[in-house]
Nanobody, 124 residues
Framework: QVPLVESGGGLVQAGGSLRLSCAASGRTLSSYTMAWFRQAPGKEREFVGRISQSGMTTYYVDSVKGRFTISRDNPKNTVWLQMNSLKPADTAVYYC?????????????????WGQGTQVTVSS
């Protein structure tokens, strides 16, 4: 098991920024590919982006490219999602996910471990 805990969600105006954190308590994340997903009301959970085990490689869905940045600090067992220029369409529950080893997956089934989610609401 990899206990993941997200934090940093909240209410922000359009154009604003938020930084989400994903921490693993008592577990090193250095061997895991980490990802962020989100789920808006009435919609399926969608992939946002991922970061490789070393942090050297990231990949993002087109809708967030240039606005969102994923980073990680393995000694601190923490992954971040920096979200800038937020839009009302970014409103969702954001989930941190992890899978052992290297993956290029952009779907839920590609990740074995999940956090409980944190709400992000962007007002217009």
């Amino acid at each position: 098991q990899v206990p993941l805990v997200e934090s940093g969600g909240g209410l922000v105006q359009a154009g604003g920024s938020l930084r989400l954190s994903c921490a693993a308590s008592g577990r090193t994340l250095s061997s895991y590919t980490m990802a962020w997903f989100r789920q808006a009301p009435g919609k399926e959970r969608e992939f946002v982006g991922r970061i490789s085990q070393s942090g050297m490689t990231t990949y993002y869905v087109d809708s967030v490219k240039g606005r969102f940045t994923i980073s990680r600090d393995n000694p601190k067992n923490t992954v971040w999602l920096q979200m800038n220029s937020l839009k009302p369409a970014d409103t969702a529950v954001y989930y941190c996910a992890a899978t052992t080893g290297l993956t290029f997956s952009t779907v839920e089934r590609g990740y074995n471990y999940w956090g409980q989610g944190t709400q992000v609401t962007v007002s217009s």
